[in-house]
């Protein structure tokens, strides 16, 4: 069912939001905010400044996880439901 697909993506994608939060959210040896990740810039000056500081950087890579996460729950949801076949 492609419902399990979709679950399976969702969970694991989560946790690789999570793990990808845990690794690449820390900057200048403190976390980051969750909702200065969320925040995009507003104008030039504040794309510069999130630049700089490396928010841009934090921000990819940890979308980056949870991308990779989701794919991954979609082979595992795929695979599940193959055996189950």
Same mark, same amino acid.
């Given at each position: 069912?492609?419902?399990?697909? =979709?679950?399976?993506? &969702?969970? =694991?994608?989560? &946790?690789?939001?999570? /793990? ?13 905010? /969750?909702? +200065?990740?969320?925040? *995009? ?10 630049? &700089? ?5 934090? *921000? +990819? ?10 794919? /991954?729950? &979609? /082979? ?5 439901? *193959?055996?189950?076949?």
């Amino acid at each position: 069912m492609a419902g399990r697909i =979709i679950l399976w993506a &969702v969970i =694991i994608g989560t &946790v690789g939001l999570v /793990v990808g939060y845990l690794i690449f959210g820390r900057l200048a040896g403190d976390y980051l905010p /969750v909702g +200065r990740l969320l925040q *995009r810039p507003h104008n030039l000056l504040e794309d510069l400044a999130q630049s &700089v500081t490396g928010i841009q950087n934090a *921000r +990819r890579s940890i979308l980056i996880s949870g991308a990779v996460g989701a794919g /991954v729950g &979609v /082979v595992v949801g795929a695979l599940g439901r *193959r055996r189950r076949a």
